[in-house]
């Protein structure tokens, strides 16, 4: 299986950089630990920053799925590079181009400080939703990871 780790290190790349720079980051040493042991698991292994070249390279190297084939998988680790939603960055690029990935979700993001906000699926202003939470395909609820950990989602 193809597999795109994705993180942020050291790239400034965006179109407009504004607003606070995100200095989180994983080390080296670790992004390379995991690259290696899922190459170990025979995959075939490549890593990426999480910027505005994201989805060029991700296009060259991910398989066009056709009828019953399998699709890579991104492995992400990336913190984003601006603050405003930083954790939401590359979720969001990955699930508007269509690529499965591992990592930081809505369920991980709410473990974390983001609300999910269990309600009726039509009692709320879909304008502000950003995540609408499916399981089993029954709605059970909606995250809105807007503002980092202090995102409240939605209010009746």
Known sequence: ??????????????INLFGVPNHEKYGLKSIRRIVNCLKQGGHHVISFEGDKDLIDNLEDFMPKVLKGERPGIVFNLSYGIQRQAHYTHVPGILEMVGIPYVGSGPFLLEKYGYKIDLRDPYSFYLGCVQLVVLKNNEFIGVADPRRDGSAGGPKK
């Open 1 to 14: 299986m193809k597999i795109a780790v994705v993180y942020n290190r050291v790239s400034r790349k965006v």
